[in-house]
């Protein structure tokens, strides 16, 4: 099993800064790779796919790069609606792993 | 639009089953691979199966061979999930969630999900 890891765990930022966190796999995962958020009491929703590509409807300040075992995800500047919990996930074999998860905290 | 509609809350005793439904509407729910999510109270998402609408091929993570089944019944355009041998900490919110396309296999993220339904294990 593929395991992921994200650091940091909490992220405590104001609106406006820039927020960037990250994900690394255990193994090699090459581009089949995702980014999810998700808001209290809402199921998570797909932010980027295939490591780098934005989700429909995802604004350009989400971006994300990476491959390989290292990925990296960058919010230009926070909106209020982007204070949420970020979770990466593999699917390049099964079971298709998440990580444990990044906050984005108000500070 | 695309939507999936799953069923509603369940409570349920320790060592009963439960069987979660999930309504595919917007799409043809055949040609879309099919996920089953948890998540635990306070917890992260844990993966725990794919079914091939298409085939009813499915793939089950290890943690629950044996005691889940995933089905469907394309002629309403729903996926099933059902959990045996329920425990406590069986309680979590379940959600289904599309995957790829079915030529290509069930390796892609998943763009659409359930609303969750939650099941509670108490006795």
């Known amino acids: 099993e593929i395991v992921l890891t994200q650091s940091p765990g909490t992220l405590s930022l104001s609106p406006g800064e820039r927020a960037t966190f990250s994900c690394r796999a255990s193994q090699s995962v090459s581009k089949y790779f995702a980014w999810y958020q998700q808001k209290p009491g809402q199921a998570p929703s797909l932010l980027i796919f295939g490591a780098s590509s934005r989700a429909s409807g995802i604004p350009d300040r989400f971006s994300a790069s990476g491959s390989g075992t290292d990925f990296t995800l960058t919010i230009t500047r926070l909106e209020p609606e982007d204070f949420a919990v970020y979770y990466c996930?593999?699917?390049?074999?099964?079971?298709?792993?998440f990580g444990p998860g990044t906050k984005v905290e108000i500070k | 639009q695309v939507d999936l509609v799953q069923s509603g809350a369940e409570v349920k005793k320790p060592g009963a089953s439960v069987k979660v439904s999930c309504q595919a509407s917007?799409?043809?729910?055949?040609?879309?691979?099919m996920s089953w999510v948890r998540q635990a109270p306070g917890q992260g998402l844990e993966w725990m199966a794919w079914i091939n609408p298409n085939t009813g091929g499915t793939n089950y993570t290890q943690k629950f061979r044996g005691r889940i089944a995933v089905t469907r019944d394309a002629s309403i355009s729903t996926a099933y999930m059902a959990l045996t041998s329920l425990r406590s900490d069986d309680t979590a919110v379940y959600y289904c969630a599309r995957g790829g396309y079915h030529t290509s296999g069930p390796w892609n993220a998943f763009d659409v999900w359930g609303q969750g339904t939650t099941v509670t294990v108490s006795s």
């Open positions: 917007g799409y043809s729910f055949t040609d879309y691979y």
């Open positions: 996930q593999q699917y390049d074999s099964s079971p298709f792993t």
